[in-house]
């Protein structure tokens, strides 16, 4: 693990990286779906709950979810329009008929509120902020995230994090979504730093460490499930293994230097 003592400023990834999205989204499709079913009427009433495997309906609305983020990030869809896209989908799908955009839209709200419920920072966020805030000289902190700007400062502020990470970067304030480069750019020039002062942090090896890395900022994929790392990109399985990478604290593995 080499470590990169030239960085001034430290940008994270918010879903997968400071905020466990997958729990509370499978938390919330758990809770949300039980209330569909429930609410099940006419010809498919007393059938559909039988009829629906809950676990790979769940499955189904991850990759529903990736696959509507992405045509919203691609501007083919609005953050609305992404939204019912899933919800109409899956439940087709599934047997429970077609669903109009206000039924959506209904369910969906719904279950945003268990999603919201469930948001929670990874325990090891606590502690790597721990150390980056004991530093002497701290580096500039932030977060760079493609979704809804309203949604992802809401979920900051919910989780603790709105103090420790001042500066918060959107792709729908910026108008692009990582991987591109401009939106590492607009990050930095937020931190005030150029590319190269600047780390940034992500759960996702192509669209966060590698597109950083591209973009001429020190990537670090954090691989929290132990999978195999490209070759030379700089990967931890820890948010807390993150400063002694970066030079700050306690070097890793070694001792102060």
Known sequence: MTRNRNVEGLLFDLDGTLLDHDTAAATAFTAALKGALAGVTGALAGVAGADVDHEAARRRWAELEHHAMDRYLAGELTFTGQRRLRVTTLFAEIGLGSWDEAKADTWFAGYLRHYEAAWRAFPDVAP?????????VRPRLGVLTNGDAAQQRDKLRRIGLGTALPVLVTSSEVGVAKPRAEIFHAACAALGLPPGRVAYVGDRHDVDAAAANAAGLYGVWLNRAGAPVPAGLPAVRSLEEVPALLGFGQPYGGAAG
């Not at 790597?128 to 002497?136: F, H, P, R």
């Open 128 to 136: 790597c902020l721990a150390v980056l805030a004991g530093e002497a």
